[in-house]
């Protein structure tokens, strides 16, 4: 016969013993305390789902942005405790590095009140999902509000959509590039009028003109079935207005900018083809420095650098832009004797500019831009700066324009410190 299982003789013991029967009946209470509970869960989803609305913005929507730079000009950001920064920077090739940081809700719940309604707002990150192309984690917000109030969500987007593009309305936006695709660098600037950047012999007309000439002509190039893009490379020594000129132009344009360092840390071939391909549209791409590129591999190298554009993969990435929208790319180098002439051929670079050091002509124009109507004073500043004889930089002469800005006699009579910071340069 088979002995009572284990089982049997506990469950007699405890039916014998008072304290294991009140056990039992507080084992019942909680049971049913946790089917209450979890039918007041149902209830409050339930709820939830009727009375509640939810919004989601993946971080991949151009809202996103949009929608936290909005909400942290609410005010919201005075009470909020989670703040996030976000940092842009770009590192020049001699090792600057111009940064810009915005605070921004950071993730976390928040509470915002917007025409009369509350909203939550939660923004969440994925740590387990990392968007692949800009190597950032992916991120969502949820907004959440009573469902009667559903209407205001597309209103709030429309007020952060509007806020966003007023920011940048007569302005240039400025991208860099952020892994594999463009991001805004700190805020749209003013635009700056070409005439303001005064290069000698009709330059500036003629590229202008060049620019729009390319650009009113995409039907031809579609008909013969060409890329529709063009290529400027602007060369010469530096502070001679290379890319102060990009940037009026683009604000001529009515473009933006999409400047690109190619010895950026962890570029490479493929993410400097795919931002070439991928830039907003509207925008002018700009490589800033190209000769340094491939110059200072070596050195870098040895720093650990692992920038990893290669020469030909540069070749391969201009040759390779077939966006159907137009696509300008000027390059500037103050070497243009380092660069390798297949990445200046034409189809790679269509119009090579020289911008010098200024000569008599420029300086006279800058001069009268600083003090306006003294022709006379301007004469004598060029008969005191041999400018045949010195490579005094367009840069240079703004800074001494702007020390002397007061007085124009005293930009005439210190001309000479012009001549002596050139000497020792
Ligand atoms: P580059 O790119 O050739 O090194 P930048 O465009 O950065 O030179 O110019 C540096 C500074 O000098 C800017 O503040 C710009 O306003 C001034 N500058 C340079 N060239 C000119 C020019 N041709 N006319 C007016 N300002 C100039």
Known sequence: MASPGPSNALMEQFSNNPYFSAGFGLIGVTAGLAVLKQGAIHGVTLARRRLLVTLE????????????????????????????????FVRRDNGSVVSNFSLVPGPGRHYIRYDGAWFQVERQRERQ??????????????????????????????AAKAAALAKEEGKTVVYTSWGAEWRPFGNPRKRRPVASVVLGGGIS???????????????????????YRRGYLL??????GKTSFIQALAGELEYNICVMNLSERGMTDDRLSHLLNHAPPRSIILLEDVDAAFINRAQTDKQG?????????????????????????????????RLDP???????VDMKVLLDNANEDQARQMFLRFFIGEQDLADEFIKAVDFKANDISPAQLQGHFVIHRDSARAA??????LVTATATK
Not at 66 to 88: C, D, I, K, P, Y
């Open 57 to 88: 913005i993946p971080s991949k929507d151009q809202s996103y942005a949009w929608f936290l730079q909005w909400m942290s000009a609410q005010g919201s950001r005075r009470n909020a405790h989670q703040l996030s920064v976000e940092t842009s």
């Open 129 to 158: 999902m990392i968007d692949l192309k800009s190597g950032t984690p992916w991120e969502t917000i949820t907004l959440t509000t009573l469902s009667r109030d559903r209407k205001l969500f597309a209103k709030m987007l429309e």
């Open 205 to 227: 007309d003629e590229i202008v003109n060049d620019v729009r000439a390319f650009l009113s002509g995409g039907k031809w190039y579609h008909d013969r079935g060409i890329p």
């Open 235 to 240: 060369y010469g020594p530096p502070g001679s």
């Open 305 to 337: 650098f692992s920038s990893m554009v290669t020469f030909s993969g540069l070749l391969n990435s201009l040759d390779g832009v077939t966006s159907s929208e137009e696509r300008i790319i000027f390059m500037t180098t103050n070497h243009v004797e």
């Open 342 to 348: 297949a990445l200046i051929r034409p189809g790679r």
């Open 412 to 417: 005439v009579e210190n001309a000479q410190n």
